[in-house]
């Protein structure tokens, strides 16, 4: 079946979800297809959701240009073994890096995005990169934004995000790395609880043990 989504974001290709009983061989029992680019994957135990970024009309003006393109997410429930469903719609502001920007908890999606990529250096000028973390919280078949934080890392990218339970760590660099610590403990309200800046920038973030969080870059 094609999926229509009921808010109107464009995709620039078709996108197709297979569902594989590996006991029974390499044929698909089920498919789920919408328009959209699978550019970034990310699965809980639950879901399969899928991040494509919002497609701008090549005929746009230059003066109606956004300052900052969105990236769409779509999520699938993957619980039934045999099928994948088409669940649900939602929007962020700016790109996202990888599957570890994504992190769904207590049944909602926390995303970490940036306003404008590494590669996004040529076009008419724009304001200063910033980076967000949006709460995301299905409602019918949309996935409603109930808590952002905004302003992280001026001027610079996401290069590290991890999700733990209900904290987010993100990393931003230009020429510091700073580490941010998000509580998220309050899904509608989260906030920036600290800081720590170093020379350098971690590319990876990985859980070490209660209250320990390795950095490699």
């Known amino acids: ?12 290709g078709m996108l197709t979800v297979l569902t594989i009983d590996l006991d029974r061989g390499l044929y698909a029992t089920d498919s789920e297809s919408l328009m ?14 899928v991040a494509t970024h919002k497609w701008i009309d090549p005929r746009t003006s230059p003066n109606r240009i956004p300052q900052s393109e969105n990236t769409v997410i779509d ?18 502001p700016g790109f996202v890096l990888n599957q570890f920007s994504m992190s769904e908890y207590n049944g909602d999606l926390r995303v970490a995005t940036t306003s404008r990529p590494i590669w996004w250096g040529s076009g008419p000028p724009r304001s200063l990169s ?8 299905p ?3 949309l996935l409603v934004p109930v808590g952002q934080v905004s302003g992280l890392g001026a001027g610079q990218q996401i290069y590290s995000v991890r999700f733990i339970q209900d904290a987010g760590y993100v990393v931003t660099f230009r020429q510091v790395d700073p580490l941010y610590v998000i509580d998220l403990s309050s899904p509608t309200a989260p906030r920036v609880a600290g800081q720590l800046e170093l020379a ?3 590319s990876y973030l990985h859980p070490v043990g209660e209250g320990l969080l390795l950095g490699i870059g």
């Not at 079946?1 to 620039?12: A, E, V």
Request: proline share 3%; no cysteine.
């Open 1 to 12: 079946s094609t999926i229509t989504r009921p808010t109107t974001f464009s995709g620039l």
């Open 36 to 49: 959209a680019d699978a550019l970034v994957v990310y699965g809980s135990q639950r879901n399969l959701y």
């Open 130 to 137: 910033q980076s967000y973390v949006t709460v995301l919280r």
């Open 75 to 92: 999520q699938f429930d993957a619980t039934d073994p045999l099928h994948t469903t088409y669940v649900a719609s939602g929007e962020v």
């Open 139 to 141: 409602s019918g078949q």
């Open 200 to 202: 350098g920038y971690s």
